[in-house]
C-alpha cells in the first residue's frame, strides 16, 4: 500500500516544531512534505503549491502565535500569513476533511475555521524550540489519518 503524503506548513520560527511533529508523528503509511522541502527560494509559490497538491492526499498546517495583532480591541497573537495563504489554498484544492489545523502557544484562531479540524497542540510555543506530540495530539491525527 502506498504512504498517504500529508503537506506539513509553518511558519519560519515553528519549522523546529514542525520537524519534532513529523518526527513524532512518522509511521510506516505515512510520508510528510514539509514546506521547507516543497517550496524554491525563488520560485513563485502558487507553483510550487500546485506541484505539491498533485503530491499530497491532505495538509496539516501548524498555527503559532506569529503576529501581534488587534481584533474587535483585545490583544492577540495571529499564526503567520503564509501559513493562512497556503491554509486557503488547500481548501480549495482538498476537501475540507483533508485540511487539519495543530495549534501551539496562545494563537489566536479565527471563529470561522471551528467547523474544521483541530489537533491539539500545546499550549507552550517559542521560536525554535520544540515539545514533543503528547498522547492526545498523537490520537487526534491517528484518528484523523484513519479516516483520510
Known sequence: MPKKKIFVGSSSEAKTQAKALIKDL?????????????????????NDLAAVKKQ????LLVFTPDIPATVRGAQVA???????????????????????LIKYGATH??????????IPGSTYFK???????????????NKWVVEL
Open 26 to 46: 512518522t509511521s510506516p503509511t505515512i510520508e510528510f512534505i514539509p514546506w521547507w522541502e516543497a517550496f524554491t527560494p525563488g520560485h513563485l509559490l502558487l
Open 78 to 100: 495571529l499564526p503567520n500569513q503564509n501559513v493562512l495563504f497556503e491554509l486557503g489554498y488547500f481548501f480549495s484544492a482538498l476537501d475540507p476533511s483533508k485540511i487539519a
Open 109 to 118: 484562531i479565527p471563529k470561522d475555521l471551528d467547523g474544521y479540524t483541530h
Open 56 to 59: 499530497v492526499v491532505a495538509a
Open 127 to 141: 521560536p525554535g524550540a520544540s515539545v514533543v506530540a503528547g498522547v492526545k495530539t498523537t490520537a487526534a491525527f
